[in-house]
């Protein structure tokens, strides 16, 4: 096995016992505890005081502490978990702590006491991309041009993981499954990809169950104190219970962000990951909300306001105004063509989030100019968002008084 992934691998087979500090290296993991009691969590939020309270999101709400050694940490209260045993909740933790990558948010441990059932986290000091574009931290301006993309190819990156994993009981399959990807993803050369993508196609194709992320929006972009992007909330569907509309669920909280085709037919696919991501992509070159008012005209989608601009070649209207012009041209183009290519209409002309990795890393020029000729961005293209009407719940809309918007 080759030295790199062999190592992965090694990382990966860590996570189910106590890891050392050389297993867990990754920037801003802390050590894996796997076990806290009731107690010990009580303690380090104040009793889950709502001065600690952090967020709250469709599976519960995320309070601050801090343990016994200084270390901070984010506890999760899950409502409405499944009403499993301890056994079969742990065994649950387990699968997904397994997957380590250092754009994904780490498993500290769990708590499974009497109903209560908690997720503990690293945590996470600078928020998430929501609070520094829309949120709290929005006037700070502290994301300059090259923080974004660096978030944008970490988040793409822990994507393209959880897109790629396949949940075996096996656990030398699921290793090598999982180390498979990622050493791919860092190791391969731009003339490897056309391979490791035929072989991600056959594991989607054959590979039962298929990972889905399901909740993939600015606010489960979250940042380390280096800004370094940690994506959150994976795995977190499986803990919803049987008797509850999952579907209602995801709805409700990803409103802009839903793929057109889920909230049509209901049915969750990596493709709708894909375009939910997309809408990311353009919220970050943007600085607009996945939906915001225009003028008196009704709810605009953000894909829907970028897009006639990306036709006429009109990037510098796009930008984020709090860039103060200060990003670079060809970086801003190639993230706002990622960004609609994911959001396509038809989910089968959708880029794979390995085929996104390399584009927003400028490694595959050749699919860089195929995009850039893509129909979907010729001025006079008739290829719009009429290809499927327009449902409540996806990003996309259709303004009172602009036909340029209203066809594309």
Same mark, same amino acid.
């Given at each position: 096995m080759h030295?790199?992934l062999?190592?992965?691998?090694?990382r990966?087979?860590c996570?189910?016992?106590?890891?050392?500090g !050389? =297993?867990l290296s990754?920037?801003?993991?802390? $050590?894996?505890?796997?076990?806290?009691?009731?107690?010990?969590l009580?303690?380090?939020?104040n009793?889950?005081?709502? =001065?600690?309270?952090i967020g709250?999101?469709?599976?519960?709400?995320?309070?601050w502490?801090?343990?016994?050694d200084g270390?901070?940490i984010? +506890?999760?209260k899950?409502?409405?978990?499944?009403?499993?045993? !301890?056994? !079969?909740?742990?065994?649950?933790v387990?699968? %997904?702590?397994?997957?380590r990558?250092?754009?994904?948010?780490s498993f500290?441990?769990y708590?499974a006491?009497?109903? !209560?059932?908690?997720l503990v986290?690293?945590?996470?000091?600078?928020?998430?991309?929501?609070?520094?574009?829309?949120?709290?931290? $929005?006037?700070e301006?502290?994301l300059?041009?090259r923080r974004?993309?660096?978030i &944008?190819i970490?988040? &793409?990156?822990?994507?393209? %993981?959880v897109?790629?994993?396949?949940f075996?009981?096996?656990s030398?399959?699921?290793?090598?499954?999982?180390?498979?990807?990622?050493f791919?993803?860092?190791?391969?050369?731009?003339e490897?990809?056309?391979?490791?993508?035929?072989?991600?196609r056959y594991?989607?194709?054959?590979?039962?169950?298929?990972?889905i992320?399901?909740?993939?929006?600015?606010?489960?972009?979250? /940042?380390?104190?280096?800004f370094?992007?940690? /994506?959150?909330?994976?795995?977190?569907?499986?803990?919803?219970?049987?008797g509850?509309?999952h579907d209602?669920i995801?709805s409700?909280?990803?409103r802009?962000y839903?793929?057109?085709?889920?909230?049509?037919?209901?049915?969750?696919t990596?493709g709708?990951d894909?375009y939910?991501?997309? @809408? @990311? %992509?353009?919220?970050?070159?943007s600085?607009?909300?996945?939906v915001?008012?225009?003028? $008196?005209?009704?709810?605009?989608?953000?894909?829907?306001?970028?897009?006639? /601009?990306?036709?006429?070649?009109r990037?510098?209207?796009?930008?984020?105004s709090?860039?103060n012009?200060?990003?670079?041209?060809?970086?801003?183009?190639? +993230?706002?063509?990622?960004?609609l &290519?994911c959001?396509?209409r038809?989910p089968?002309?959708?880029?794979?989030?390995?085929?996104v990795?390399?584009?927003?890393k400028?490694e595959?020029?050749?699919?860089?100019?195929?995009?850039?000729n893509?129909?979907?961005?010729?001025?006079d293209?008739t290829? $719009?968002?009429h290809?499927?009407?327009?449902?409540?719940?996806s990003s996309?809309?259709?303004?009172?008084n602009?036909q340029?918007l &209203?066809?594309?």
């Amino acid at each position: 096995m080759h030295t790199r992934l062999s190592r992965f691998a090694h990382r990966v087979l860590c996570c189910g016992r106590k890891a050392s500090g !050389e =297993d867990l290296s990754d920037e801003g993991s802390g $050590s894996l505890r796997w076990v806290f009691t009731l107690r010990e969590l009580r303690s380090a939020t104040n009793s889950f005081n709502y =001065d600690n309270k952090i967020g709250e999101g469709p599976f519960g709400c995320v309070y601050w502490g801090q343990v016994w050694d200084g270390s901070q940490i984010a +506890v999760k209260k899950l409502k409405c978990a499944k009403n499993g045993t !301890e056994t !079969e909740f742990a065994s649950d933790v387990e699968i %997904l702590g397994r997957v380590r990558h250092k754009n994904l948010l780490s498993f500290r441990g769990y708590c499974a006491d009497g109903p !209560e059932r908690i997720l503990v986290y690293d945590y996470m000091p600078n928020s998430s991309l929501y609070a520094h574009l829309h949120g709290a931290h $929005s006037t700070e301006c502290l994301l300059d041009w090259r923080r974004r993309t660096f978030i &944008a190819i970490g988040a &793409a990156r822990a994507l393209a %993981l959880v897109n790629n994993l396949i949940f075996v009981h096996n656990s030398i399959a699921y290793i090598i499954s999982s180390a498979l990807v990622s050493f791919l993803m860092v190791s391969c050369s731009t003339e490897e990809t056309h391979s490791y993508e035929l072989l991600h196609r056959y594991l989607h194709h054959h590979a039962t169950p298929q990972i889905i992320h399901g909740s993939i929006k600015a606010t489960n972009v979250l /940042l380390d104190s280096n800004f370094q992007a940690h /994506l959150g909330d994976f795995g977190l569907i499986k803990f919803i219970p049987d008797g509850v509309d999952h579907d209602k669920i995801i709805s409700e909280n990803q409103r802009g962000y839903l793929a057109p085709e889920y909230v049509m037919f209901g049915k969750p696919t990596t493709g709708c990951d894909v375009y939910s991501f997309g @809408i @990311i %992509l353009l919220e970050i070159s943007s600085g607009r909300r996945p939906v915001e008012k225009s003028g $008196s005209a009704k709810m605009c989608g953000v894909r829907n306001w970028v897009l006639p /601009l990306a036709k006429d070649g009109r990037y510098d209207e796009i930008v984020d105004s709090k860039l103060n012009d200060k990003y670079s041209d060809s970086e801003l183009k190639r +993230v706002v063509l990622v960004g609609l &290519a994911c959001t396509h209409r038809e989910p089968e002309k959708r880029p794979t989030m390995l085929q996104v990795v390399s584009m927003l890393k400028g490694e595959s020029k050749e699919m860089l100019s195929r995009l850039e000729n893509d129909e979907l961005f010729r001025p006079d293209s008739t290829v $719009s968002s009429h290809a499927m009407s327009t449902p409540e719940g996806s990003s996309d809309c259709v303004l009172k008084n602009d036909q340029g918007l &209203a066809a594309a």
